[in-house]
């Protein structure tokens, strides 16, 4: 009985974590690399091989967006930095994925879409329009959130008689992190007091949207309506100067963060995601350990702790990744977590 043939997958976007998943594209047996889009003028016309360390591929790197949308393709991974980093909002990412989609590419991204509907019907209607149109699915993943604050709370309601409250906490290390762009121009570490209140302002929106996604998707499935999400943040100074990745932290510049979104019912909590990113987490003692942890109050009471995920970055493209196959194979529309074939649990839930 011969293999089936491997699904032709397009790369849209080489940045941290583009480059992850790029690889596996180029050495998992299920894939083959029909294209590669970039952003920097200087990868322009590069074999996508060398690019992540890998023999020649016969793949060259283009910036033509026409040239990716003409060709056969199964499926896109769409990994780009969101429309937000630039000034933009969630639209500008919209019409991208609709064209994709359009042209009768499945769709996988990280830009957002966990849970398109907290958009709007608008924002829905547009790509399952698109996918109608091309036969295809989208499927969002997140860079982050994704799975941690949504698939991962689900699947625990599973052994859940009775949910009273989901708390979801992260934190996240980024001395290591290569990405300048991501470090200090969308987080804002290294940045004054005031600089970065004034850089963070497209950040909020950016976070803001992102965990709303994930927030109301756990409520969704669980049967719950939300009177809104509430957002607050906070940050840190750094009492000493270090170096990371990504620049020089000085003495009184923005060393961490800390986000909390709660969806509210009644004016209560019924699910709270606390987001802590530290430029250096041995640096910042203020705030959680880096790691993960997941607390369902209700019958019964459980806590789930996953102390450290080494390579987020590997991650969140193995996330993206892994999802490609399921994608393809799905009827055409917008396919969330809990439409592709991952079990998840659902407990009988109590608001108070």
Not at 75 to 82: D, G, Q, T
Not at 142 to 156: E, K, R, T, V
Request: negative net charge; hydrophobic residues 40%; aromatic residues 8%.
């Amino acid at each position: 009985m011969s293999s089936p043939s491997p699904l032709r997958v397009i790369q849209w976007a080489t940045g941290a974590v583009g480059r992850y998943s790029l690889r596996s594209l180029i050495t998992r047996p299920e894939f083959e690399l029909a294209g590669v889009l970039v952003y920097d003028p200087d990868k322009v016309g590069l074999d996508a091989g060398p690019l992540v360390g890998l023999p020649e591929t016969a793949v060259t790197c283009t910036d033509d967006v026409e040239k990716i949308l003409s060709l056969e393709a199964d499926c896109v991974l769409h990994m780009p930095l969101p429309a937000s980093y630039f000034g933009g909002d969630h639209l500008t990412d919209v019409e991208t994925i609709c064209a994709l989609l359009a042209s009768g590419k499945n769709v996988v991204t990280t830009t957002g879409f966990v849970y398109p509907h907290s958009y709007g019907p608008g924002v829905v209607e547009r790509l399952e329009a698109a996918c109608r149109a091309g036969g295809t699915s989208l499927h969002g993943t997140g860079i982050n959130p994704g799975f941690m604050s949504d698939m991962l709370p689900l699947a625990l309601t599973g052994l859940s008689s009775r949910v009273d409250h989901v708390y979801v906490r992260e934190c996240s290390d980024f001395r290591g992190h290569p990405s300048r762009q991501i470090v200090v121009d969308l987080f804002g570490f290294t940045r004054s007091a005031k600089d970065y209140s004034i850089a963070v302002r497209p950040f909020r929106a950016f976070q803001r949207s992102l965990f709303t996604e994930s927030v109301q998707f756990v409520a969704a499935n669980l049967d719950v309506t939300l009177d809104e999400v509430e957002e607050s943040d906070d940050f840190e100074l750094a009492s000493e100067e270090f170096e990371i990745a990504a620049g020089l932290v000085r003495v009184g510049t923005v060393c961490a963060s800390r986000w909390t979104f709660s969806g509210l019912v009644r004016g209560r909590p019924f699910m709270t995601v606390e987001c802590v990113y530290k430029a250096d987490a041995t640096k910042v003692s203020r705030w959680s350990k880096p790691g993960f942890s997941v607390h369902i109050e209700g019958v019964p009471q459980m806590t789930l702790t996953i102390d450290e995920v080494s390579h987020g970055l590997a991650g969140a493209a193995a996330h993206a990744v892994n999802a490609v196959p399921a994608v393809c194979a799905a009827p055409p529309g917008i396919r969330t977590l809990v439409d592709l074939p991952l079990a998840t649990g659902r407990g009988t839930v109590r608001l108070v």
